[in-house]
């Protein structure tokens, strides 16, 4: 049993930076590959990166590449996303997630357990 929280979303302009974190509690998730996902209005919700149990492997979207860092701190059993040069099209519910059996298909949000409430992102032009 896991839970997740994410919090920091907010409204930035365009060029701006946020940094999102996902607060676990109920299991230490040291050995979980976690993962980001973005809902937009009216679309799918789509996959942004992913950190599997080892910090130093780590997986992006085209979208974020170049622009996000996903990264974790297991003493605080906390993962981050922290988002630079954003653009309004990164406007979503950002979503937290874990999946505490298997690294593989980070991708697919099929593959994870756990997810949390979400922390809502708006980029202005």
């Known amino acids: 049993q896991v839970q997740l929280v994410e919090s920091g979303g907010g409204l930035v302009q365009a060029g701006g930076s946020l940094r999102l974190s996902c607060a676990a509690s109920?299991?230490?998730?040291?050995?979980?590959?976690m993962g980001w996902f973005r809902q937009a209005p009216g679309k799918e919700r789509e996959f942004v990166a992913a950190?599997?149990?080892?910090?130093?492997?780590?997986y992006y979207a085209d979208s974020a590449k170049g622009r996000f860092t996903i990264s974790r701190d297991n003493a605080k059993n906390t993962v981050y996303l922290q988002m630079n040069s954003l653009k309004p099209e990164d406007t979503a519910v950002y979503y937290c997630?874990?999946?505490?059996?298997?690294?593989?298909?980070?991708?697919?949000?099929?593959?994870?357990?756990?997810w949390g409430q979400g922390t809502q992102v708006t980029v202005s032009s």
């Open positions: 997630a874990t999946d505490p059996s298997s690294a593989a298909r980070y991708y697919s949000q099929a593959k994870y357990d756990y």
């Open positions: 950190i599997r149990w080892s910090g130093s492997i780590t």
């Open positions: 109920g299991r230490t998730i040291s050995s979980y590959t």
